[in-house]
């Protein structure tokens, strides 16, 4: 076997022969190293099923010899007629077209594109690609928590057109387990898992149930918060309530009477969140501007 490296980059003519029954492939390449290395991944990958990769299941690679006929560096534009008409020359040399050889076509067409099938032979190889597209398929699973309903679809496409939704949304769904279609539809790649997905669903339902709702302390007017006097007042009790200390190691720098005060030091536009970030300091231990530290000592 050839060291494709070799041939990176190299245009030319290269001929598969079978060492058992010598049947050859002529093929041409612009790149007949990246060719060559084509023909072995589709072989192993079982991409296609020509009669060269036929051979090749039949008889197995290691019985093919790879040879080149042909070959030009550094290749430019005008390379390919010439590798057209070198093509057909060595295809009726060797004889490989047909029943006597590999090649489906007399050449100089860059091989399969230029064959033209039959109306049969359409059909069959669309008939073909059906039965491998449905043997891919994901079936989807769906359930309405409200009503239900279950609804089984065999692909996640047809799942996305009845829903009117995206495909990665339906993917998500079913793959995820804290999603819902619309709210009240559950989905799974399978039964049992859709089973969970139902029972978890159900209980959620159930404890936003039993939840006692919570007042709102903020109202929405205008696109902006309006305070209530409740939560204002505890804002106001809250910036008043402490006295703080300003510490730079273990040396007192300043004490301020009140919260509010120590918004000299920070300089918030919005002073309501002074204490919270005071304590959010002490809590985790970082130093304010990378040397200060605080104490809150309550007043009452």
């Known amino acids: 076997m050839l060291e494709f490296r070799k041939y990176n980059n190299i245009a030319g003519i290269y001929k598969w022969e079978n060492k058992i029954n010598h049947k050859c492939y002529i093929g041409q390449s612009i790149n007949i190293g990246s060719r060559l290395r084509h023909h072995i991944n589709s072989y192993i990958h079982k991409r296609y099923n020509n009669p060269l990769h036929k051979a090749f299941e039949k008889y197995g690679i290691e019985q093919f010899d790879v040879e080149i006929l042909f070959s030009v560096k550094n290749p430019e534009k005008c390379i390919k007629p010439l590798l057209d008409a070198l093509e057909i020359g060595f295809i009726e040399m060797y004889n490989s077209y047909g029943s006597t050889g590999y090649n489906q076509t007399r050449g100089g067409d860059g091989g399969i594109l230029g064959y033209k099938f039959t109306e049969e032979q359409c059909d069959h190889i669309s008939e073909c690609s059906k039965k491998c597209a449905v043997a891919h398929y994901k079936k989807a699973y769906f359930y309405n928590i409200r009503t239900n309903e279950k609804l089984i679809f065999e692909s996640l496409t047809k799942a996305a057109e009845y829903f009117n939704v995206s495909h990665s949304s339906i993917t998500r769904v079913c793959g995820w387990k804290w999603l819902r279609i ?80 120590s918004n000299e030091l920070f300089n918030y536009k919005n002073p309501n969140c002074i204490c919270s970030q005071i304590r959010k300091y002490q809590k985790r231990g970082y130093k304010y501007r990378g040397k200060y530290t605080f104490k809150l000592i309550e007043k009452y």
Not at 229 to 252: A, C, M, P, T, W
Request: a positive charge; proline letters at 1%.
């Open 182 to 261: 619309k709210s009240e539809w559950v989905a799974a790649f399978d039964e049992k898992s859709l089973l969970l997905q139902v029972e978890r669903a159900k209980m959620k339902i159930k404890a936003n149930k039993s939840r006692p709702k919570q007042k709102r302390l903020f109202k929405t007017q205008d696109g902006k918060k309006i305070i209530s006097n409740e939560q204002r007042q505890k804002i106001r009790n809250s910036l008043f309530k402490y006295k703080v200390e300003v510490y730079d190691g273990e040396n007192l720098v300043k004490i301020y009477d009140n919260t509010l005060e």
